[in-house]
């Protein structure tokens, strides 16, 4: 069993910065495949960026150049860094993980971007 405790979401102006932190519990923490995805209201879930055990990246066309995710296994922690916000952005943001056979999520944290 994993637990994911998502922490970082806020109300911020369009154009500001905000950094969303995922931790993770397990002690096989750099194996997962960590991923953010977000729903708006009225919205199916969308995939926003994705991490891989190795390291790479993929991100949403929404997105690209202004998120960056992140991963600090020592810290058993993933992060994505949002800048440039925009109202299009609002959404509950929720952390993902993959192990094996099994996906966990988090509680979700929402982020609300005022114009």
């Known amino acids: 069993q994993v637990q994911l405790v998502e922490s970082g979401g806020a109300l911020v102006q369009a154009g500001g910065s905000l950094r969303l932190s995922c931790a993770a519990s397990?002690?096989?923490?750099?194996?997962?495949?960590m991923a953010w995805f977000r729903q708006a209201p009225g919205k199916r879930r969308e995939l926003v960026a994705i991490?891989?055990?190795?390291?790479?990246?993929n991100y949403a066309d929404s997105v690209k150049g202004r998120f960056t995710i992140s991963r600090d296994n020592a810290k058993n922690t993933v992060y994505l860094q949002m800048n440039s916000l925009k109202p299009e952005d609002t959404a509950v943001y929720y952390c993902?993980?993959?192990?094996?056979?099994?996906?966990?999520w988090g509680q979700g944290t929402q982020v609300t971007v005022s114009s």
């Open positions: 397990g002690r096989t923490f750099s194996s997962y495949d």
């Open positions: 991490i891989t055990s190795r390291g790479s990246t």
């Open positions: 993902n993980a993959d192990v094996y056979l099994h996906s966990y």
